[in-house]
């Protein structure tokens, strides 16, 4: 052999022997522009968030024009505005465009955004409003293995309307107004409420937990306590809902009411009335909530909708009925107080 075929044949062994990676990053040819706004009939103004998607992240959009038009009428532009950074890459992931206006039940509503990415559009019509017949409320307890937890449950009845399929949501809100941690006047705030519906087989779908593994894989948390009609179409139906007392108290803020120095707790209990792509919507949430993204050899894979033209995200307007007040017992509040007294060591803002 030739000293040019002894160097060929080194070489060749040396490519065998040696393997290198070579990574290559994919380049954010295709951004697709993200619209997100669940809105309420309620909302005194409308945010809409918008973003980027592309290959490696999600970045804020700022820059954009977006404009609503309600029935037909002249487009009104949205104002930009910045939201927090993200906490840990430091930057904003998004922004909200806010629109001065409100909704009532029947309009017709054109969301647009015209953006460096291209433009996008979304059209949505409020259902009609739909008030609760009535709404009771009573002390529950539920006692478990080494646990008892006290409820306020809500027998919530309503008069379905016949001839067609709807679909619902029940939200709870907590009011409360006591003074600012400055001394600086009163400040009234409000939060939203975990309800607890899994006990009422429409909102659980008839699921039921008997404690084998089999219910324990099928048992899915209605979180936003979603449900239609199927049951009932045309008829009267009670749903029960619990909130837990501990929820009534627990302010998800640095703010602590006490008797002596707060104005009265309240709870709000609102039906809203959503399109089928809300329902569908929130259904496909509620399953990544519960089961994520990946296929399963129970489930199929969750897959998001978009009713967006030209990019992704969802945007809805559900119709809100009255609003049903129920003062939070003060009772609730001496448990907290007595529990700070019994606790001093704990900070009392956390």
Not at 104 to 114: H, L, M, Q, S, Y
Request: aromatic content about 12%.
């Amino acid at each position: 052999m030739n000293s040019k075929a002894i160097i060929l044949a080194l070489a060749a062994a040396a490519a065998v022997a040696c393997t290198s990676t070579i990574v290559l990053e994919p380049e954010d040819s295709s951004v697709k522009v993200i619209m997100n706004a669940q809105l309420k009939s309620s909302d005194e103004g409308a945010i809409i968030y918008l973003s980027a998607s592309t290959v490696s992240d999600t970045e804020p959009l700022p820059g954009a024009t977006v404009t609503v038009s309600v029935n037909g009428g002249a487009p009104v532009k949205a104002v930009e505005q910045p939201q927090a950074s993200d906490q840990y890459s430091g930057y904003e992931k998004y922004l909200a465009y806010v629109y001065d206006g409100s909704f009532n039940p029947g309009d017709n509503i054109v969301f647009e955004a015209r953006t460096k990415y291209g433009n996008v559009k979304s059209e949505v019509t409020v259902p009609e409003k739909m008030n609760m017949a009535q709404v009771d409320t009573l002390r529950t307890v539920i006692k478990g293995s080494g646990y008892t937890d006290v409820n306020m449950q809500f027998k919530i009845k309503i008069n379905d309307k016949p001839g067609e399929s709807n679909f619902y949501r029940l939200t709870f809100y907590k009011e409360e107004c006591y003074d600012n941690m400055d001394g600086n006047g009163k400040a009234r705030h409000y939060f939203s409420i975990y309800a607890d519906g899994s006990s009422d087989p429409v909102l659980s779908e008839g699921q039921v937990n008997t404690g084998d593994l089999l219910s324990e894989l099928l048992e899915i948390d209605n979180t936003y306590l979603i449900f239609n009609d199927n049951t009932f179409e045309g008829e009267s139906r009670t749903l029960r809902v619990n909130v837990n007392m501990q929820n009534l108290i627990a302010a998800f803020s640095f703010y602590h009411p006490l008797p002596e120095d707060s104005d009265p707790g309240y709870i709000y209990v609102i039906l809203e009335h959503l399109s089928f792509e809300e329902y569908y919507y929130l259904k496909s949430m509620t399953n990544l909530n519960n089961l994520g993204y990946d296929a399963s050899f129970l489930f199929e894979p969750t897959t998001i909708p978009s009713n967006v033209e030209g990019g992704l995200g969802f945007v809805s307007v559900s119709a809100c009925s009255d609003p049903v007040k129920f003062r939070i017992p003060d009772d609730i509040y001496l448990y907290e107080i007595r529990y700070r007294e019994a606790h001093p060591e704990e900070d009392p803002y956390y």
